[in-house]
């Protein structure tokens, strides 16, 4: 045990995870929110003889209008980080149009403040009674106070607790190896063996000799984020041997269909996102394969309507969205699109 805490001494995002369980909003995320982002996104006031509204009608001083959204449509998903544009914008490369905040307007969050707001809504995205500014409040604002137990958290958590079963933490001296590739770890649950693993704070440098080096916690990886990394098809191979592996981001990658085939044989792997890759109806045929699937993201990609009818007739239980198949319209989902800085 001694070994265990001077090891998490030296990686303050495991240490706080650990130590402090459920992120609390006053103390870890609002601190964040009001030095990065409130600034230009508050309630319409004067400044300087001028009204100032708030950029992309986007307010982030209460908690009714960060659960609202702005002219993007919804930021928080409660429960589901990796489909919040709130996380989305603080992860894109710093050239591109739609990273927060804005050069000159505050320092990037860094990998432990992103780890943190991730959990924060992954676990509810409870406010903790804070309510913020109620000006300009309407009747109709989403509830601030967190649905008890949501039938899709009650299902992951029996599942994570399934695979975490029998399961010990990973050694020490382990972890601070897997470090060495890049790789940011956090605990998917309080007190857990299961780990969400991103390379977030450099994901150029991330290849597939970084994947293959995730191989000693092969059995530890729950969540596993690959998004915008220089990864190709030979890093599924390695990713194909993470038995406990449930959700795979591959974003803007250049996987294609022919690197899919490994993965089908992850027997607990529920959701894939494969936006902004070279992923055709072949690769959705490889994919069918795949029957524990329960969400798959395709947007921009080069599957066809009919691709995706085959698809979902497939895998009748999964939700399956595409550039021509959006599930709510109402809502603009989190993509990273943007116009790159010239």
Known sequence: MPNLVRFLATVPFL???????????KKEILPLLENRCVKCHKAPHEENGKVQKPKADLRLDAAWAILKGGEDGVIVKPGNSA??????????????????????????????????????????ADFGGWEGNLEGKPADAPSSVPKKEPAKVRAHDALYTKLATGLQPAAPDVLKKVQETGAQMTPLMVGGPLLRVDFLTGVSKCDDKAVAGLMPIKDYVAHLDLARTAITNAALKTVAGFPHLVELDLRNTKITDDGLAPLTSLKNLEDINLFGTEVSDKGLATL???KNLKHVFLYETKVTDAGVAKLKKALPGAE???????????????????????
Do not use: C, Q, R, Y
């Open 288 to 290: 069918a394969g795949a």
């Open 320 to 342: 399956v969205v595409s550039n021509i198949n959006i599930a709510d319209p109402a809502e603009k989902p989190a993509t990273g699109k943007g116009k790159k800085k010239k």
């Open 15 to 25: 240490t706080a995870s650990l130590a402090h369980g459920a992120v609390e909003f």
């Open 83 to 124: 489909k919040s544009m709130l996380v989305e914008v603080v992860t894109l490369p710093k050239d591109d149009d739609k990273f927060m905040p804005p050069e000159n307007k505050g320092e990037p969050l860094n990998a432990a403040e992103i780890a943190k707001l991730k959990a924060w809504i992954d676990e509810g």
